[in-house]
């Protein structure tokens, strides 16, 4: 399960108010291989649902994985970091065994 912080939900609120996305559209999740620590994280707007995807739903904000990138984010909640250093939406990944400086990418 993937779970959504109350500030992550406001932004993620606001900015499918700010690029016209209907009420189909959803956050997908995922992993690839990449960055400095070895896996990177992607993070984007869909509204098609693929083979193998699992569907959550917390805060009332829907958020889609594929069973792949399940195993190495289940248990990750996503979070808002603002301010002057802020990065925008962040992931707390219970899995990581490290990350890199930005928090873009990790290992396991």
């Known amino acids: 399960m993937i779970k959504v912080s109350d500030h ?10 700010d690029k016209n996305q209907g009420s189909e559209t959803f956050v997908r ?6 960055g400095c620590s ?3 994280y992607q993070l984007n707007f869909d509204s098609e649902l693929k083979q193998g ?5 917390d805060k009332g904000i829907k958020i889609v994985v594929d069973l792949k990138s399940l195993l190495y984010l289940y248990g990750t909640e996503l979070d808002y970091s603002g301010g002057l250093n802020g990065k925008g939406l962040v992931f707390n990944n219970p899995n990581a065994s490290r990350t890199c400086g930005c ?4 290992a396991v």
């Not at 992550?8 to 108010?17: F, V």
């Open 29 to 34: 999740v995922g992993v690839k291989g990449g």
């Open 103 to 106: 928090g873009e990418s990790f």
């Open 53 to 57: 995807d699992e569907i959550y739903e």
């Open 38 to 40: 070895g896996l990177e």
């Open 8 to 17: 992550a939900k406001e932004y993620i609120n606001q900015l499918m108010a």
